[in-house]
Each structure stands twice: as C-alpha cells, then as structure tokens.
C-alpha cells in the first residue's frame, strides 16, 4: 500500500495494526518539516482508532487499533490531514529558548565516547570538544518527549550501535549520524551513548513535564562529576527564561 499527495507522502503498512509514513523530498529540510507538520495534525485530531504516533526525524509510525480501524482508513486519513492547512503550527518568528545543558564525558556516563572517537578518527578531547561547539536545534519530540535534534558537527555521520544497548540510564546524551537525543527514563537505545546529564529533562509530575519545544536550541558544556552532583536532578529550565 502506496500512494503519493501533493507533496511525495509514502503510506506503507507495518505489521497489521501500524502504517509507517515517510516523505520522499530531495531536501532534508522539507522532509522533516513535513514528518513535525504532520505528528502534529494527528496528535491535535486523534483519528478513531489511532492508539500512538511515534516520530521519527524523517518518518512516522501511527499504530492504531486493528478492531476499530484499518490501515485503509487510517492512510485516507494521513491524506486528508496532509491536504489540510497546518494546525497550531509555531510561527516561524515564534521566540525560541535556549538551553545550555551541563554533560560529564566520561568512560562511565559515555561508554561510546571512545569507540565514536576512533571511528572520527579524532581523538577524545577533539571529539567533545567539537559536541560542545555545536549548536543544536530540537526537531521535535520522539518517544517519552525525548528532545531529537539535528546540528552534530563531526567531520562525518556517525553509525548507530551493532547491537543496542538495553538499559541506558535517564539523562544520557547520545548521538548517531548528526543528531542527537537526550534519554528521558531508563531504556533500550541503539544510538551510541557519549555522556550524561543532571539534569531531570522530563517531569511527568509537572503541570508541563518539559521545557523544551521543536525549534529551540541547545548546547552541551563539560562538566565535572563533582559539579553534576551539585545539580542531582534539577529539571531543566531555559537559560534565557
């Protein structure tokens, strides 16, 4: 099952209760605008049957109840809402956040640092000090409210993990190709973990459990354990308010 818009928007069926969504523009920008534009669609209208909406930077996964609904009508709809004005879409001179976050690079809160490093063909030091001059940019909100960002300046894309690891701990920092993401909560992970935060970065128990939004930067600073201690757990606030 294929079928094309206005735009080049692929529905395809993933297993018999989810169809995956990917756009198909030469220009990465646009794809990922588009994959943002259209999660947020979904998640405002909640089609019958539509159980979950995971995103990914290029692509989206729409799990859905295969008693009430069926891959058919849940592709009409992805049609219809991509035909359909944005909704609730931030405007492009919306004012933007800025976070600073602390990271201790280390063997034990980054276990890939090292292997990344090899594979650069830079050394360590080089390596998080080319993560600290980047300057990133939320993409959007992946699974847990992860924030996925784009703007990883290494001198090539990094590959993801052989085998995922199962259980990294909340905070950590990881990258693959040039993006990064932040883990909220424990969890299984295939991109490659290069340090970890203090920061508590998702709050559930807060009225806004995050805040953070697509489009606001980040950038990470080195830090010492001794100093990540000082924060134990602190959430994460902007550093421009």
Not at 202 to 214: G, L, Q
């Amino acid at each position: 099952m294929t079928a094309t818009v206005h735009i080049p928007l692929t529905v395809e069926s993933f297993g018999d209760s989810a169809v995956m969504v990917s756009v198909t523009d030469d220009d990465q920008r646009v794809r990922r605008s588009a994959i943002v534009d259209l999660r947020e669609r979904l998640l405002a209208r909640r089609p019958h049957g539509v159980c979950d909406v995971v995103a990914g930077l290029e692509s989206l996964l729409i799990e859905f109840d295969p008693i009430t609904t069926s891959a058919i009508h849940i592709e009409y709809v992805v049609h219809l809402l991509a035909e359909m004005p944005p909704a609730g879409a931030v405007p492009e001179n919306a004012a933007r956040r800025h976070f600073d976050i602390p990271v201790v690079f280390d063997d034990e809160t980054g276990p890939d640092l090292a292997e990344v490093a090899d594979e650069l063909g830079i050394g360590v030091p080089e390596l998080v000090e080319r993560i600290c001059a980047s300057r990133f940019t939320i993409s959007l909100l992946a699974a847990a409210m992860a924030p996925m960002m784009d703007g990883l300046d290494v001198p090539r894309a990094v590959r993801r993990r052989r085998e995922p690891r199962t259980n990294v701990p909340q905070g950590s920092i990881m990258i693959a190709g040039e993006n990064a993401i932040i883990q909220p909560f424990p969890g299984p992970t295939g991109w490659r973990v290069i340090g970890r935060t203090p920061h508590t970065i998702v709050d559930i128990a807060r009225e806004s459990p995050v805040s953070f939004a697509p489009g606001d930067t980040v950038t990470f600073t080195s830090v010492s354990a001794a100093d990540a201690r000082r924060i134990d757990g602190e959430f994460l606030v902007a550093a421009n308010g």
